[in-house]
């Protein structure tokens, strides 16, 4: 499959989500990738994207044609939050912020990233706690918790499963799609106080 009709139909489709008509999208080859996709992406700001593509990766050939429209949807969708309640500065921020551009993932192309699934319900329960002390903390370890930490002891993906879980289970009890809660704040999706911070009015932080 070309990789240039790919992401002009890919944005084409997103485009029924979002206007993107003032999104630039950047692509360029770059060996910063996945490993096991060998693409990978960046929201810069709410207006420009970067596509990373790795052809040199061993599974590029084989994982493009479904990671491209994949990544490009879980970059979109944080530009477009970008634009409205923005990506945010402390953990519990970030992890919805994660967690609606994997769902958007899910959404767009029927299927979830791994990286969004990389826990079990065990881990799950046991990190959310170990979290909470830090939700509310603009200086907490981005990469540690999202791409892991074996010294510290956080596995891969943390982050990405943790937001992931908490936005699926706002979502199954609002009835919101991802893309309708792009500019929900984050507060929405913790339970009053979790988060420490005052949690919005649910009159209009369910508005989707």
Known sequence: MQIEPLIHDSLAELSDHFDLSDLDVIVYP??????????????ESGHLLHLKLDVSNRYFA???????????AHEVHHCMRDRTVGYGETLAQALVSEGLACAFERQVTGRLPAY???LSDTQ??????????????PSYDHASWFF???????PRHCGYSLGYAQVDSW??????????????????????????????????????
């Open 116 to 118: 969004a699934t990389a």
């Open 30 to 43: 770059s060996t910063q990738s996945i490993p096991e996709l060998g693409v990978n992406g960046f929201a």
């Open 124 to 137: 799950l329960d046991e990190w959310l706690q170990r979290a909470l002390p830090h939700l509310h903390s």
């Open 171 to 208: 979502m199954k009890k609002t009835g919101c799609t991802a893309g309708a809660a792009v500019d929900v704040p984050a507060t929405a999706f913790w339970q009053p106080g979790e988060d420490g911070s005052t949690p919005p009015d649910t009159s209009t932080a369910h508005a989707c």
């Open 62 to 72: 084989s994982q493009h044609a479904q990671a491209i429209p994949a990544l490009l």
């Open 148 to 154: 892991g930490n074996p010294r510290a002891g956080i």
